[in-house]
Structures are given as structure tokens and as C-alpha cells.
């Protein structure tokens, strides 16, 4: 019997050492678990890209224009506006420099904001001029014009009907243009009044003469206009951007009937020797 038993035990121990070996093989076979990867890791780096084509010249809104994508860090370019070195909304009013295609990286050198070099230039469409008109705060509107803003011009000035009469007449001479600057100011994204001495308005190379002459000629006043492209009241389009003189004026006889020389007609006496004459000059 106790032959018998120790036979017994020498088998329990066998299959306790073979189930063992079998764990320990089995463990050395399994490949070991990935490390845990960090969500914070470089393949979540963030930089500006262009939500869609973006031509040369283009006014830049955030975040319609540019925003934030994330990028796997062996695509990132050296020279992309990247998270921690660059702010989306200091390039709100930017201007591309030169065209990007939706999705592409924006380099540090694309946008030009507003106070740098090169900056109005960037602005104009292409073939248009800046000028600068000298404004007071009722000429110019009471200050609420804002770049982006379009405004008809007006001219007042002197006329001669007679050498011994002078009239005065107010006529609008270029309609419906941009305005890309008040004073040194080139965005308002406060929408505050301001009560500006120049207002810079972008026109074509003639419209840049008109303006020329008519500040010899008289007073320049800068007329807004409303955003509306139709007028609702008649349903008609307004002028198209940049359209000049249409032959409508308005002279002083319109606002005063006082000077309605139909009512009023200035004459002469003419004496020869014992003669008298009487002579209507108009």
C-alpha cells in the first residue's frame, strides 16, 4: 500500500510539472501587448489650413477662410502656422499674398495683415487705385463709414451763369465704391464710429482723375450706401460698383425758390441824353 502511494503522488506531482511547463511555454509563445499610445501624442498637432481655394488678394474671415486641422507630425511643413506659435484671430482681415487650395498647409509668409508693408496693394482688385479723400466729420458722414463699406461722391461747387451771378451746384460724379480705408485704418472689427479726416476709396484710373478735378473744383462729400443690391421700394438694381456720371445735378434754384430767376429777372437802365432805356439781362 505504501508503494501504491508514493506511485500515486510521483503522478500527481507529473501532471502538476507538465501543466506547469505548458503555462510557461504558452506565455514565452505570446507576443507582448502594444504599449499604451498618448492621445496627446504628435500626430495631434494643429495647424491653420485653408477651408477652401483662396485666390490672391482675398480678404481673409475667420473662421470661414482659415481654421484649424489637425496634422500628423511628419506632415507638418517647417514653415506652417502651427498651434502655440501662431493665433487664428490675429489674421482676421489678412490678405493672401498668393493663391491656396483647399486643405493646404498655411505658411507663415501667406497672409499680410493689416499694418505691414505692401498691404493696400494687396487689397485692390486688379487694374483699381486707391484714393484718399479729405473728409469732416459731416462730409464724411458722421464717421459711421467703415472699410468695406460703398459710397457715392458728391461735388458742390461755383458756377457762373452770367459774370455777374454765381450759382451753386452739387452733383454726384462716381457711384457705388469700395471703401478700403478710413484714416490709417484698413478693418473696424468693433463696428465703432469713427470720425475720420481721409477716407481712401477704390476706383479705376479715370475715376481716379474725376476725383483729382473735382477736389480743385469744389467740396467732396462721401455719401454712404445701404447694403441692399435692389431697391425695394421699385425693385430696380442699384448702380453697379464704380459707375460715374449720369447728367443729373442739383443747383441752388432747386432748394430755393428765392432764387428762381424766373420770378426775379435782374435788368439794366440805359440812359442816351434824355432817353431812357430798360434792359433784362435774362
Do not use: C
Request: charged share 20%.
Amino acid at each position: 500500500m505504501e508503494s501504491k502511494g508514493r506511485l500515486i503522488m510521483i503522478l500527481i506531482a507529473g501532471v502538476v510539472v507538465a501543466f506547469g511547463a505548458i503555462a510557461i511555454y504558452s506565455n514565452m509563445s505570446q507576443e507582448p501587448a502594444p504599449a499604451p499610445t498618448d492621445a496627446k501624442g504628435p500626430g495631434n498637432v494643429r495647424v491653420i489650413v485653408a477651408k477652401h481655394d483662396l485666390t490672391a488678394g482675398t480678404l481673409v474671415q475667420v473662421p470661414q477662410d482659415i481654421d484649424w486641422d489637425t496634422v500628423d507630425a511628419g506632415a507638418i511643413k517647417e514653415d506652417s502656422l502651427k498651434e502655440g506659435s501662431a493665433k487664428l484671430e490675429n489674421f482676421s482681415g489678412s490678405v493672401v499674398r498668393h493663391q491656396l487650395h483647399a486643405g493646404d498647409q498655411v505658411p507663415a509668409g501667406a497672409l499680410m495683415r493689416s499694418g505691414e508693408g505692401g498691404y493696400m496693394s494687396a487689397v485692390l482688385d486688379p487694374g483699381m487705385r486707391a484714393v484718399s479723400i479729405a473728409v469732416t466729420a459731416t462730409s464724411g458722414n458722421g464717421g459711421f463709414i467703415s472699410p468695406g463699406d460703398h459710397v457715392d461722391l458728391i461735388v458742390t461747387h461755383h458756377i457762373k451763369d452770367t459774370p455777374s451771378n454765381d450759382s451753386v451746384v452739387s452733383e454726384t460724379f462716381v457711384r457705388n465704391v469700395r471703401v478700403v480705408a478710413v484714416d490709417q485704418m484698413l478693418d473696424n472689427p468693433d463696428n465703432k464710429a469713427i470720425l475720420a479726416k481721409t477716407v481712401t476709396v477704390e476706383v479705376t484710373s479715370r475715376q481716379a482723375e474725376q476725383i483729382s478735378v473735382a477736389t480743385e473744383m469744389g467740396k467732396i462729400s462721401v455719401a454712404l450706401r445701404g447694403i441692399a443690391t435692389v431697391d425695394p421700394a421699385t425693385g430696380v438694381t442699384v448702380p453697379a460698383q464704380g459707375t460715374t456720371l449720369n447728367g443729373n445735378y442739383t443747383r441752388d434754384t432747386d432748394i430755393s425758390s428765392a432764387l428762381n430767376r424766373d420770378t426775379v429777372s435782374p435788368h439794366i437802365r440805359i440812359i442816351r441824353g434824355d432817353q431812357t432805356e430798360n434792359m433784362q439781362l435774362y
